[in-house]
């Protein structure tokens, strides 16, 4: 994303012609002293960037408000110089594009001053081992078709029979305006630059009109292309690290041709269709300049597809380049509603946002950036193991080394968390365990399932009392001390310690309790057996009288088969409980088992 640049405007008066002294033509405009502020008539001023009056030199004028935008194009962003206003008034000589009559070292304008200024600058980076690349494009847009004007043969060869160009202006992915086919010449010296300025300055179109003996008939656009490569420093501020970085620049100068009226150029033929081509044009980039600057419009959409103008100057209005434009006016009374509304456009241009970037080399600027990365890792990883530095940022040594026992506390609170974690496992088992060990079936005796249910609420209720601190609340509770590491690690240990003898002395409790129980089933099974002995006895007994006695009654009969089905019955009980007998002793075995495996642990963790 780039940065927000307004479209800079600079106004230069040129002095009355001797035409309008003649003719006896006031000035109109006039300026602040000190200001950059016109004055048209006497009720309406106009404030801009730069204001150059009638005697300004083009050196002033370069030095002003060129100067500071050639240097700006050293790191790396597009610049743009425009010239705008109505014919004849001074355009071509402040860039400098008219070769006539005249050398191009006489009254340098713009583009020669800036040529000069750009080749001193890149001489000078030479020694720094910056290295430079340039190429120079030419081209007129005459009658709405793009004519090149760096082209070996005739300019017009590019046209097709019909008039039409065969150069086409498109958009590459990165947004910027390109002409495929338009010559690209290389050049090394500002000899070079100037000699194709000359050459495409003759092939341009040209011809007098009643306003303006030699008024240019198109609008021309002189591109220099800089490529400089240059070295990066390391992280030690040495320039021998081999990393180098490509920026990429384009410097444009426009130079439009005039607004004029057909009925004062007196124009009839190709100069008023070229006339009217001009104004079409001019028209389009007007709407342009109102949909970006005028701010009570709100436009959504700029129309820069109107005309090819507008399209070639895409990158300078509201694209990527810092731009200035200079308004060139008449102060003649005669051209005072040209000068009016050359002054309201150039105002509302001050209005235009452009979105400015430096223009890396894409690939040349990520390995750049990984190098310098690499090796300010390196160089820091060397510091840190010759313990030249133990952090390197705002922190002071005191605030290191809480980050450092913060950080071991982590530590020691994950290792706590993960331990507490398989506590509450081996916890969940027991709970289980003594659940499994409270399911009575429905003929045990009351009295059997009142000692069973105390026993097991005793040991929930004692476990619970050993578990009622959560991990979380032990560990902030060690936390909130103010010991060091050392001092954390040995709480944890003895509260490991602790639960551990806590919970090996309800275990032995509980140990104790079912070896009670245990026994008390092992005396009543003895008696239970013992009673069954007796019973079998008797039955078999009775069994015998019985069928001995076959006249026996019939109540003495009732009453021995109601004595041996209780008998019956007796033995099921007795069978019952000897079933649960049995897999109390296997749940004994387990926690034995189980127990003895805690007595290990805690051994171990004394020892530590």
Known sequence: MG???????????????????????????????GEPQIWMGSDKTF??????????????????????????????????????????S?????????????????????????????????????????????????????????????????????????????????????????IPGLSREVVSSEFDVLRLLKYGGLSRTTAATALNSSSSRSHAIFTLNMVQHRQVPDVDGKYDSGVSEILR?????????????????????????????????????????????????????VPYRDSKLTRLLQDSLGGNSKTLMIACVSPSDIDFMETLNTFRYANRARNIKNKVQINYDESSRTEMLLRQEIERLQLE???YKQGKRSFD??????????????????????????SQVALLKEKNQLFDQLAG??????????????????????????????????????????????????SVALAEINDKIRMKEELLEELGKSRERILMIKQQYEHRLESLESKIKSL???RDKILKEGGNEPTSSSEIKRHYEAQIQEMNKSIKHLQNLLAQQKKALADQNKLETQLSRRKEELLELKQV
């Open 536 to 538: 079998e006895v008797e």
């Open 381 to 383: 990883l060397m510091e």
């Open 393 to 418: 940022g705002s922190l002071s040594g005191h605030d290191f080394e809480d980050l450092l026992t913060k950080n071991a506390l982590l530590l020691t609170e994950n290792a706590h968390l993960r």
């Open 437 to 486: 060990n409270s399911v009575v079936r429905e003929d045990v005796p009351e009295e059997q399932i009142d000692d069973q249910a105390f026993v097991q609420s005793q040991d929930v209720d004692l476990l619970t009392d050993i578990y009622k601190d959560t991990p979380e609340q032990r560990m902030m509770s060690v936390l909130e001390d103010d010991g060091d590491a050392n």
């Open 249 to 301: 620049a384009k410097i444009h100068f426009v130079d439009l041709a005039g607004s004029e009226r057909l009925k004062r150029t007196g124009s009839e033929g190709i100069r008023a269709r070229e006339g009217i081509s001009i104004n079409s044009g001019l028209l389009a980039l007007g709407n342009v300049i109102s949909a970006l600057g005028d701010k009570s419009r709100k436009a959504t959409h």
């Open 47 to 88: 404030t801009f960037d730069y204001v150059f009056d009638l005697d300004s030199s083009q050196e002033i004028v370069y030095e002003t408000a060129v100067a500071q935008l050639i240097e700006e194009s050293f790191q790396g962003f597009n610049v743009t110089v425009l010239a705008y206003g109505q014919t004849g």
């Open 90 to 178: 001074g355009k071509t000589y402040t860039m400098g594009t008219g070769f006539e009559d005249e050398s191009p070292y006489h009254l340098p304008g713009i583009i020669t001053r800036a040529i000069r200024s750009i080749f001193d600058q890149a001489n000078a980076k030479k020694e720094d081992g910056v290295t430079f690349e340039f190429d120079c494009q030419f081209l007129e847009l005459y009658n709405e078709e793009i004519v090149d004007l760096l082209a070996k043969k005739d300019a017009f060869a590019s046209l097709q029979r019909d008039g039409r160009s065969q150069l086409k202006i498109h958009e590459n992915f990165n947004g910027d305006i390109e």
């Open 3 to 33: 940065d927000d640049a307004s479209v800079r405007v600079a106004v230069r008066i040129r002095p009355l012609l001797c035409r309008e002294v003649a003719e006896r033509s006031q000035t109109c405009v006039s300026v602040t002293p």
